[in-house]
Structures are given as C-alpha cells and as structure tokens.
C-alpha cells in the first residue's frame, strides 16, 4: 500500500498569528534566535504533518472535536488543524500560545 501524502496548507489566520508571535519574540522580548528557532520548530511541526496527520489528537472540547479539528503542541505553542480526506489536505487554523485562554481563541477561529 502507497502512503498518502498530505498537502499542508495554513490560513492567512494562521500566518498572521506566527508572524506576530515572531516579531513578539524577536523584537519586544529581544530574543532573535529563540524567534528563529520557533518558527523552525513550527515549519518542521508542519512537514510532518504530511505524513499520517492523524496520529495528532483531536481536541477534546466541543464543537470543535466534532468539527475534526486537531491540536498539536509545538514548545509553547498550540497549533490547530484539520484534515480533508478526500483532497489529502491539512488546513493549518491557528498558531495560539499555550497559556492563552484556548477556548476564548478557538470561538474566534476561521475554520476555512
């Protein structure tokens, strides 16, 4: 049996949460390279994602699991995705710190 590869695609959402999460990073907590490091640990996080993107938990809360919304842990970070079966895609959603108010920030999500 061939295995499936996934397309891992992100919502502009999604690009506009990391990009103010590395400029917080390397410009308000002056800290570059920890900026770097996120967004290479965040980046890697995605490509494995093309392989077997289901071995990722989906979210325990309503309605979002019953919406098949995943969460995966990324160092501080939570990143939330869903996957299409039929097109082998992965929508990448959000990118939202762990120790936000994760329910708060799911009610506000896009989920396209």
Same mark, same amino acid.
């Given at each position: 049996m061939m295995e499936k590869i996934y397309k891992?695609?992100?919502?502009? @959402?999604? $690009?506009e949460q990391m990009q103010e999460i590395i400029h917080y990073i #390397?410009? $308000?907590l002056k800290?570059?390279? #920890? #900026?770097?490091?996120?967004?290479?640990?965040?980046?890697?996080s &995605? +490509?494995?994602l093309t392989h077997f993107p289901q071995r +990722? #938990? !989906? +979210?325990? $809360?309503?309605?979002?699991?019953n919406k098949g919304i995943h969460r995966l842990p990324v160092k501080n &970070? !939570? +990143? =939330?995705?869903?996957?299409? $079966?039929e097109s082998l895609k992965v929508q990448v959603i959000a990118v939202i =710190?762990?120790?936000?108010? @994760?329910? =708060?920030?799911l009610s506000k999500m896009d989920m396209e």
């Amino acid at each position: 049996m061939m295995e499936k590869i996934y397309k891992v695609k992100t919502t502009s @959402q999604a $690009e506009e949460q990391m990009q103010e999460i590395i400029h917080y990073i #390397a410009y $308000e907590l002056k800290a570059p390279d #920890a #900026a770097l490091h996120l967004l290479d640990a965040l980046e890697d996080s &995605f +490509v494995s994602l093309t392989h077997f993107p289901q071995r +990722v #938990a !989906l +979210v325990d $809360e309503e309605p979002w699991r019953n919406k098949g919304i995943h969460r995966l842990p990324v160092k501080n &970070f !939570l +990143v =939330y995705f869903w996957i299409d $079966e039929e097109s082998l895609k992965v929508q990448v959603i959000a990118v939202i =710190y762990d120790k936000r108010d @994760q329910l =708060y920030h799911l009610s506000k999500m896009d989920m396209e």
